[in-house]
């Protein structure tokens, strides 16, 4: 049989085994807590940027939408001035070409008609003057 002692001493080694056991313990869940902290902030950040990258991402779909419908009023825009050009101001233009071809011919004409008219006058001016000169002469 054990004595009191002996009893005594295994208690005292079981209490100190016991100890030992929760400390671990404790520094487990202070361990375990500490991580169950880091992640959950290392999930805050993660949250964080998802939202701002869907943020992001709306801001530029908006923005290829106000892109887009810019290009489409532009285009609208170009598509009138085109058509004002087409049926407003190309007649005029090509009636001005239709003027300026006329009015070269006009010019070429009396470009034509100052030379004969020239020519003739010298040659006018000649023939009188050999008909004066041979009625002068005696």
Do not use: C
């Given at each position: 049989?054990?004595?009191?002692?002996?009893?005594?001493r295994?208690l005292?080694?079981?209490?100190?085994?016991?100890?030992a056991?929760?400390d671990?313990l404790?520094?487990?869940?202070d361990?375990?807590?500490?991580?169950?902290?880091?992640a959950?902030?290392?999930?805050a950040?993660?949250?964080a940027?998802l939202?701002?990258?869907g943020k992001?991402?709306?801001?530029?779909?908006?923005?290829?939408?106000?892109?887009?419908?810019?290009?489409?009023?532009?285009?609208d825009v170009i598509?009138?001035?085109?058509?004002t050009?087409?049926?407003d101001i190309?007649p005029?233009?090509?009636?001005w070409?239709?003027?300026?071809?006329?009015?070269?011919?006009?010019?070429?004409?009396?470009i034509a008609?100052?030379?004969?008219?020239?020519?003739?006058?010298?040659?006018?001016?000649?023939w009188?003057?050999?008909?004066l000169?041979?009625?002068?002469r005696?």
């Amino acid at each position: 049989m054990a004595s009191n002692d002996d009893i005594m001493r295994v208690l005292g080694q079981l209490e100190s085994k016991i100890d030992a056991v929760v400390d671990r313990l404790e520094r487990s869940d202070d361990a375990f807590a500490a991580e169950q902290r880091s992640a959950q902030a290392s999930r805050a950040r993660i949250h964080a940027r998802l939202d701002d990258q869907g943020k992001r991402i709306t801001e530029a779909e908006k923005t290829i939408v106000a892109a887009g419908a810019t290009v489409a009023q532009q285009r609208d825009v170009i598509k009138a001035l085109t058509d004002t050009v087409s049926a407003d101001i190309k007649p005029t233009i090509d009636e001005w070409k239709k003027i300026k071809l006329v009015g070269g011919m006009i010019s070429g004409g009396l470009i034509a008609v100052g030379i004969s008219a020239a020519t003739a006058a010298a040659w006018a001016y000649d023939w009188l003057w050999s008909v004066l000169h041979h009625l002068i002469r005696p």
